[in-house]
């Protein structure tokens, strides 16, 4: 089931910009190496759960489980996910920078008001700096929740390159339904980070087995790139 995404407006921005103080530091090896790790939970939707460790230079590694399937979801299966990703230098630099400026997230998140549930969010540092994590549905801090818009949109990219793999291998036909759903959601913020799909846009964008318009779109994804 594919959640929409209400970000924002804050959270379009996200990775705009500088951030160089971060994304030059070296990546050390060792316990006390900087990472932030995000998990996000739901178990009405699918993945009901997913897991993303992100490094300064923005190397990192996402995780997914699948939840119970509705019987009335049509939309083809993802299975469980398991792989490194890369996102931009500059992108997690903001995010480092984020949660630097949060006590590295030994702060309250979770506002306490009565809303409509979004999904827990869990945002953890460890590093020279030490520890924290903290654990929100919705957050009144606006920086937070920009933050955790990010972070859900990136999840989105990572989870629309898979379903872009199984209908390469299965469904050809249902690339082009499929890459005008992500142009769309690159284009409005709900998924970003393109580049952490680069490999499979790469492959659509060189497959003359495709539709000319699944080419053109992965081509012009390419072409947007981020920063």
């Not at 997914?64 to 299975?79: R, V, W, Y």
């Not at 920078?97 to 827990?120: D, I, P, T, Y």
Request: with cysteine; hydrophobic share 40%; net charge negative.
């Amino acid at each position: 089931m594919r959640r929409g995404w209400a970000l924002a407006g804050a959270a379009l921005a996200l990775g705009a910009g500088s951030h160089a103080g971060w994304a030059q530091k070296p990546v050390t090896d060792g316990a006390n190496a900087p990472v932030i790790q995000v998990d996000f939970a739901d178990p009405e939707l699918n993945p009901s759960h997913w897991t993303l460790t992100l490094h300064p230079n923005g190397s990192g590694h996402f995780s997914s489980q699948m939840g119970a399937t509705a019987d009335d979801d049509k939309e083809m299966e993802i299975p469980d996910i398991n792989r490194d990703v890369q996102l931009s230098a500059s992108f997690a630099g903001h995010v480092f920078e984020e949660a630097q400026r949060h006590s590295w997230f030994n702060e309250g998140c979770e506002s306490h008001l009565k809303v409509a549930f979004q999904g827990w969010k869990t945002l953890a540092y460890r590093g020279p700096e030490g520890r924290g994590s903290c654990t929100y549905n919705f957050s009144k801090d606006k920086e937070i929740e920009s933050l955790g818009d990010s972070l859900e949109a990136v999840a989105e990219t990572i989870l629309e390159g898979e379903r872009l793999e199984m209908l390469l291998e299965h469904d050809r036909l249902g690339l082009d339904k499929e890459m005008e759903f992500l142009v769309d959601a690159a284009g409005n913020g709900r998924a970003q980070q393109i580049c952490a799909i680069r490999g499979i846009l790469v492959r659509l964008a060189q497959d003359d087995e495709v539709l000319e318009r699944v080419r053109k779109r992965a081509k012009m994804l390419l072409a947007q790139g981020d920063t």
